[in-house]
Nanobody, 125 residues
Framework: QVQLVESGGGLVQAGGSLRLSCAAS????????MGWFRQAPGKEREFVSA????????HYADSVKGRFTISRDNAKNTVYLQMNSLKPEDTAVYTC??????????????????WGQGTQVTVSS
């Protein structure tokens, strides 16, 4: 089993930055694809970004491309999401997820095996 715990959320003004962390425990996620999803109030959960095990391939939703950067530190079993130029529409609960299929980068929720509890990000205008 893999446990995922997110941190780093909070309240920030538009244009500001936050860095989310997702720490994995229970087993190494070194060879897992890691993803970030978000769910705004009244909306479906949506894909934000993902990174394969080596960090060599990343993918972003169009809505965050150029503003968010995903990275990982396999030695620390941790994935990060650096969020810059935040907008009020980025307000959501951000959740990280782990996909045990090595080398596969999915943007759909169904492919991910483990999920964290989420961290709230609120961007004020």
């Amino acid at each position: 089993q893999v446990q995922l715990v997110e941190s780093g959320g909070g309240l920030v003004q538009a244009g500001g930055s936050l860095r989310l962390s997702c720490a994995a425990s229970g087993r190494t996620v070194r060879y897992y694809t890691m993803g970030w999803f978000r769910q705004a109030p009244g909306k479906e959960r949506e894909f934000v970004s993902a990174i394969i095990w080596s960090g060599g391939i990343t993918h972003y939703a169009d809505s965050v491309k150029g503003r968010f950067t995903i990275s990982r530190d396999n030695a620390k079993n941790t994935v990060y999401l650096q969020m810059n130029s935040l907008k009020p529409e980025d307000t959501a609960v951000y959740t990280c997820a782990a996909d045990s299929d090595t080398g596969i980068l999915r943007t759909t929720q169904s492919g991910y095996d483990y999920w964290g509890q989420g961290t709230q990000v609120t961007v004020s205008s």
